[in-house]
């Protein structure tokens, strides 16, 4: 019941920007962590940006200059602002989020289906 839904990816230029976003739904107390990950091809997933429930952040080494990861708690709504884009960012991006349950206290990881993000001239 609990539904990752991504949106924002699609074709960009080279030193473009794109915003990604990432909504939450279904039965949840409340929301956690929540993080970004990617996958170029033939690679394997990596860490992108996490984000605490009090807003604290953490980035890849390579990649902080240039993303911002962020949330909206009212909305349960994830956001990852990518600019100064390379070839090299190309890849499916992922939404993860660690949540409550409503009806238990019990604690799960759910995903989003990605969104792929191309970075190309």
């Keep these: 019941q609990v539904q990752l839904v991504e949106s924002g990816g699609g074709l960009v230029q080279p030193g ?13 107390f409340s929301i956690n962590a929540m993080g970004w990950y990617r996958r170029a091809p033939g690679k394997q997933r990596e860490l992108v940006a996490t984000i605490t ?20 708690n009212a909305k349960n709504t994830l ?6 884009l390379n070839d090299e960012d ?14 238990s206290s019990n604690r799960f990881t759910s995903w989003g289906q990605g969104t792929q993000v191309t970075v190309s001239s």
């Design 16 to 28: 473009g920007s794109l915003t990604l976003s990432c909504a939450v739904s279904g039965g949840i």
């Design 79 to 84: 956001y990852l602002q990518m600019n100064s």
């Design 90 to 103: 190309t890849a499916v991006y992922y939404c993860k989020a660690d949540w409550t349950g409503r009806v």
């Design 53 to 72: 429930s009090g807003g604290s952040t953490n980035y890849a080494d390579s990649l902080k200059d240039r993303f911002t990861i962020s949330r909206d």
